[in-house]
Antibody, heavy 116, light 107 residues
């Protein structure tokens, strides 16, 4: 059974940093490109970043470039998202997902609330 | 930045056909994907590479693409199909984007 479990969310003050994790099991992690997506309360899905199966290539949404960093550890089957200089508008549920052709798996998300 | 535009809402009676459009300049060259998201849940892929249906997705879901528009069709919509639907694609440079989302109501 494939599982993606996000963690690291919570309440954080504006200006602080946070690192989210996505632990993956039940699939060959090193064969999948991995993405981070977020969804603000009551809003649509926003794509943030992707990392290639081996970590050699990354792409970021223009709006967040320079403020976030995606990485992966293929030995630990874990994906990461480092977020810096957090703002109230970063408040959202953050999802990780894995895709390889028609195989597409999502976690249930972790809530990040940026508030003083 | 690249945008994929969808209608905010679509309403359909049970058993009728719902069509959701997604407009984007790069769609003639890039595949469209469609996700269904029910309240409080993670998105679920219902169509990939414009027209293909993942294993386990009912046949009433189909996709098409022509020019700058991709379309998700739900033939014989059921109450269980009520959800938000998002298209997803990339621009010419490879940057990923979700559409603006469409709320489908079946009543």
């Amino acid at each position: 059974q494939v599982q993606l479990v996000e963690s690291g969310g919570g309440v954080v003050q504006p200006g602080r940093s946070l690192r989210l994790s996505c632990a993956v099991s039940g699939l060959t992690f090193s064969a999948y490109g991995m993405h981070w997506v977020r969804q603000a309360p009551g809003k649509g899905l926003e794509w943030l970043a992707v990392i290639s199966y081996d970590g050699s290539n990354t792409l970021y949404a223009d709006s967040e470039k320079g403020r976030i960093s995606i990485s992966r550890d293929n030995f630990k089957n874990t994906l990461y998202l480092q977020m810096n200089s957090l703002r109230p508008e970063d408040t959202a549920v953050y999802f990780c997902f894995a895709r390889n052709g028609s195989l597409d798996y999502w976690g249930q998300g972790t809530l990040v609330t940026v508030s003083s | 930045s690249y945008e994929l535009t969808q209608p905010p809402s679509v309403s359909v009676s049970p058993g009728q056909t719902a069509r959701i459009t997604c407009s984007g300049d790069a769609l003639p060259k890039k595949y469209a994907y469609w996700y269904q998201q029910k309240s409080g849940q993670a998105p679920m892929l219902v169509i990939y590479e414009d027209t293909k249906r993942p294993s386990g997705i009912p046949e009433r879901f189909s996709g098409s693409s022509s020019g700058t528009m991709a379309t998700l069709t739900i033939s014989g919509a059921q109450v269980d199909d009520e959800a938000d639907y998002y298209c997803y694609s990339t621009d010419i440079s490879g940057y990923h984007v979700f559409g603006t989302g469409t709320k489908v109501t079946v009543l």
